[in-house]
C-alpha cells in the first residue's frame, strides 16, 4: 500500500476537496463534517471528472397522501458532489451513485499523520 500526500493537516476546511494525482488515477478527497473520504475520480456514467463538480445537499421531494408534490427540499442529513460532464450525483460519505445506490465510485482509505493528510492506494 501507498501513501500519497495530500496536503498539510488542518489546510482543508470543512467542506474543501482537492483532486491528486496517484500514479495515473486521479483521487478526490473530501473533508466532510471533520471526516475524510477519497473517491475516483472516473464518473460510472462516462468517465468524467465526478468528484470536480458541485457539491450541494441532496434534494428531495415530498409527496402527499393524495400523491401531489409539496415541493422540492434541500436535505439536512445527506451531501452530494455532482459530476460536472452529466450530472451523475454521489453521496459524499458512501461514494454511492443517487440514481443507483448499488454503483459505487472506488473509494480509498485517508489518514492523518505527522501534520499531514495521505491518500492510500
Same mark, same amino acid.
Given at each position: 500500500?501507498?501513501?500519497?500526500?495530500?496536503?498539510?493537516?488542518?489546510?482543508?476546511?470543512?467542506?474543501?476537496?482537492?483532486?491528486?494525482?496517484?500514479?495515473?488515477?486521479?483521487?478526490?478527497?473530501?473533508?466532510?463534517? =471533520?471526516?475524510?473520504?477519497?473517491?475516483?475520480? #472516473?464518473?460510472?456514467?462516462?468517465?468524467?471528472?465526478?468528484?470536480? =463538480?458541485?457539491?450541494?445537499?441532496?434534494?428531495?421531494?415530498?409527496?402527499?397522501?393524495?400523491? *401531489?408534490?409539496?415541493?422540492?427540499?434541500?436535505?439536512?442529513?445527506?451531501?452530494?458532489?455532482?459530476?460536472?460532464?452529466?450530472?451523475?450525483? #454521489?453521496?459524499?460519505?458512501?461514494?454511492?451513485?443517487? =440514481?443507483?445506490?448499488?454503483?459505487?465510485?472506488?473509494?480509498?482509505?485517508?489518514?492523518?499523520?505527522? =501534520?499531514?493528510?495521505?491518500?492510500? *492506494?
Amino acid at each position: 500500500m501507498t501513501e500519497t500526500f495530500v496536503a498539510k493537516a488542518g489546510s482543508l476546511a470543512d467542506g474543501d476537496r482537492l483532486v491528486v494525482a496517484v500514479g495515473k488515477k486521479e483521487i478526490g478527497v473530501f473533508r466532510h463534517r =471533520g471526516k475524510y473520504h477519497a473517491y475516483s475520480n #472516473y464518473c460510472l456514467h462516462s468517465g468524467g471528472p465526478a468528484c470536480e =463538480g458541485l457539491i450541494i445537499a441532496k434534494v428531495t421531494e415530498q409527496i402527499l397522501p393524495d400523491k *401531489t408534490s409539496a415541493g422540492l427540499f434541500f436535505s439536512d442529513d445527506e451531501t452530494h458532489f455532482v459530476c460536472p460532464w452529466h450530472g451523475y450525483e #454521489y453521496n459524499i460519505e458512501t461514494g454511492a451513485c443517487a =440514481g443507483d445506490p448499488k454503483q459505487k465510485l472506488r473509494s480509498f482509505p485517508v489518514i492523518e499523520k505527522d =501534520g499531514a493528510i495521505y491518500v492510500v *492506494t
